[in-house]
């Protein structure tokens, strides 16, 4: 049998059956154990889709795969094949690490997959170990996973799936959000992983990637269209020859200042300061590239700049709020066509009718998702490169003064790299003023201007080569103050949510082992749920809230948390006084028509609130006292006797954690989305009062409840995939 072998392959998503556009169109080739592969194209030409097929992650439609490599032919030894394995087929590494992530810590996620493979405790201790070295994330071994850079979580992400030794490493677009240092270091690893026999299939449009490669495909709409030497393919084609424009400079040397920040101070929560005493101008129709390794500032910069973050200390100035393209474009597109998303921003401020399709149409066919292909294209079936695109159109729509670009490239192919580089070069000279991040060196270079951040600090700057005459001193008494935008507390709710309840102390209750906090949980609920006298449950209701002490939880939170389950407690209240009726002999204390007050229904409404006090007190204060781990080990510990007798537990444990791990996710996607519409319907949230009335703060959240239901779907798709990713009872 071949190592892979794939044989006029097609395939096409749901959405476009009926337009009959093939996602892959009738492909045929082989690869040989041992080979290095590198797969090309332009977004969406179907190299995700051929990746996924190959992983097994989607199913053959027409067609077929075969070979030792391909994870569907293991599919038919699988309920016979219940020993421990020491290789798996392949292994796949997708290009957003976020939705690869599984377990809390960075060791337990590295050793998630060889524990699938029912291998031993140690020896997936011991692989775990090694793959996090060869990434440079042994020292960060008991770190959360969520608190990982991004460069950090996509190594993170390669270590898991290298800990399962796959004999086929397919890598997709797995590096294009890390930095060119630590790229290199990863790309020489895998170099040495091939030359110890590993297999390498690598889709990216990156030249230094590909040129590592024995042989590259390449695509176009779905079809090979080159397959053989990379040398040769460099020489006959253009693709990795971006021709990059350097920006004129001539006309901002003696431009105003535009954006003055002055002595800038902010930490992110649980975390240590980042920006401190930090000061930077900016000039008008200046195009201004800042640089850093991931985890130096840049997005945080940008987020503060834009309002979506509140400064702790520090004034940022500005002619005009500036509007922010976010990095994380998957989680900006809300709506469910292409240009009813960038439809939205416009429509916030005021923008209707045929003024509103011509924004539209220019907004998209600028982006290079030209408005007549994808209007009514559905954005869940876009690829990566694509709906980075349609997020960017959604910002130019917004006809901006000041524009801040976070990495906008990344994921784009080196033509439409190049387009968006020369899109934000047009902007400037129209006249707005240019912001943008990058890993490139070759994208940096087209700028007028070049900052590079480190650890928050501004470690070179060009423009600090020139003469301090040829610039306006700033004039904050020109600019407006850019206020954090009213619901800028909310978000930061949403992003300290989104990094988990557990707070780190020492407290006796903190000190507690796994299954005695289970224990103590469950003992509340038993106790607050199996009384009805007011008396004892005021009496359990009392040591919930000592618990809760022990645990030195803030009064003020557990306070917050009891007024948002309030309303639940007076809907269940009127309820009783509404529809149902006293008994004959009953003392009524109050009628008024069909609404009656009696001695039972208050005692029964006073032990609803008790209920509810006992639960919460002891559910908050184990979601503060317990890591993820302690979760974990806590239910197999408490399930340890049912294993004893032969029933499986693995399985509840998993889905306990996953159901603790995936609240913060659904907060961080809320996040996300909550930012994309904040900017992109500034002009009126920039109005609302810092004070927010109750009803505002609604009206704020409302348009999140839809858009985070398709995420949540979405979220739950990604992380069934980097379950079957990991071999999740493959092998059980």
């Known amino acids: 049998m071949p190592f892979l ?5 097609s395939f096409a998503y749901a959405a476009n059956t009926e337009s009959q556009k093939q996602a892959l169109d009738n492909i045929s080739f082989l690869v040989s154990k041992g080979e290095y592969l590198v797969i090309t194209g332009s977004n969406g030409s ?13 199913q053959v439609q027409q067609g077929t795969i075969s070979g030792d490599a391909y994870r569907g032919n293991a599919l038919q030894h699988k309920k016979s094949n219940k020993n421990a394995i020491n290789t798996v087929p392949n292994g796949i590494v997708l290009q957003n690490p976020k939705t690869q992530l599984i377990a809390e810590t960075v060791i337990k996620d590295a050793r998630f997959g060889p524990e699938n493979l029912n291998l031993p405790k140690d020896e997936c201790q011991k692989r775990a170990e090694a793959a996090l070295k060869l990434m440079d994330l042994l020292d960060a071994q008991d770190q959360r996973t969520v608190t990982l850079s991004g460069g950090q979580q ?17 890598l997709d677009e797995a590096l294009s959000m890390v930095d060119p240092e630590r790229r290199s270091l990863i790309l020489d690893y895998i170099d040495e992983y091939h030359r110890n026999g590993g297999t390498v299939l ?7 990637e590909a040129s590592r490669a024995q042989r590259l495909i390449h695509l176009e709409q779905g079809r090979i269209e080159y397959d053989g030497n990379f040398q040769i393919f460099f020489e006959k084609f253009a693709f990795f020859k971006p021709d990059y424009t350097k920006s004129a400079v001539s006309n901002r040397q003696n431009s105003r200042t535009i954006i003055n920040i002055e002595k800038l101070e902010y930490a992110h929560p649980k975390q240590k300061e980042l920006f401190k005493d930090f000061s930077l101008s900016i000039q008008q129709g200046s195009f201004t590239a800042v640089i850093g390794q991931s985890g130096s500032g840049k997005s945080t910069l940008f987020e503060l700049l834009s309002g979506l973050l509140i400064p702790s200390g520090g004034s940022i100035y500005a002619a005009s709020r500036p509007v922010l393209a976010s990095q994380d474009c998957a989680s900006t597109i809300f709506e469910e066509f292409a240009a009813d998303d960038v439809a939205y921003g416009p429509q916030q401020l005021g923008v209707s009718g045929k003024a509103l399709k011509q924004c539209v149409m220019h907004a998209m066919d600028t982006a290079g998702v030209p408005f007549k292909d994808y209007a009514d294209r559905r954005t869940t079936f876009l690829s990566g490169g694509e709906r980075r695109k349609v997020s960017i159109a959604g910002i130019i729509a917004l006809d901006a003064e000041i524009y801040l670009f976070d990495e906008p490239t990344a994921g784009l192919d080196p033509e439409s790299a190049v387009a968006t580089i020369k899109l934000m070069q047009d902007l400037c000279a129209q006249g707005k003023t240019v912001v943008f991040s990058t890993h490139r060196t070759e994208e940096a270079e087209t700028a007028d201007r070049i900052i590079t951040l480190s650890q928050g600090k501004i470690t070179s700057d060009s423009a600090a080569t020139e003469s301090a005459a040829t610039t306006e001193a700033a004039e ?29 102390d020492n407290t006796i209750i903190h000190r507690m082992s796994p299954l005695a906090k289970y224990l103590a949980m469950l003992a509340f609920f038993v106790l607050t749920l199996g009384f009805s006298n007011i008396k004892i449950l005021s009496a359990v209701c009392a040591a919930a809230v000592v618990y809760a002490l022990l645990a030195k939880y803030p009064a003020k939170k557990l306070f917050s948390n009891f007024l948002i389950v309030l309303p639940w407690i007076a809907l269940f209240f009127i309820f009783q006084l509404v529809f149902f009726p006293p008994k004959p002999d009953e003392k009524v204390l109050f009628a008024f028509y069909f609404v009656t007050l009696t001695p039972r229904k208050l005692e029964l409404g006073i032990c609803t609130m008790l209920h509810y006090i006992g639960i919460l007190c002891s559910l908050s204060v184990f979601i503060y006292t317990s890591t993820e781990s302690d979760i974990t080990d806590g239910m197999e510990a408490l399930l340890k006797p049912l294993s004893l007798i032969g029933i499986p537990t693995k399985h509840v444990c998993l889905i306990t954690s996953i159901i603790f791990r995936f609240i913060p996710l659904l907060m961080e996607e809320a996040s996300v989305i909550i930012k994309a519409q904040t900017v992109r319907s500034s002009g009126t949230l920039r109005q609302l009062p810092k004070k927010s009335s109750v009803i505002s703060k609604f009206k704020l959240l409302l348009p999140l ?6 995420r949540t779907l979405q979220r739950a798709e990604s992380l069934a995939e980097a379950l079957d990713a990991r071999y999740y009872g493959y092998y059980n």
Not at 5 to 9: A, E
Not at 157 to 168: F, K, R, V
Not at 705 to 710: A, N, R
């Open 202 to 208: 690598s889709i990216t449009h990156n030249k230094e």
């Open 476 to 504: 904050p008494e020109k600019l407006a103050k850019v206020e954090p935008f009213a619901n800028a507390k909310d978000i930061a709710s949403f992003s300290s949510s989104a990094l988990g309840g557990y707070h780190k």
């Open 154 to 170: 996509q190594k993170l992400c390669i270590a898991g799936i290298m800990a399962l030794t796959p004999e086929l490493l397919i």
């Open 5 to 9: 072998s794939i044989n006029n392959l």
């Open 46 to 58: 179907g190299k995700s889709t051929l990746a996924r097929l190959i992983s097994g992650l989607l």
């Open 705 to 710: 409840f839809v858009p985070l239901f398709i």
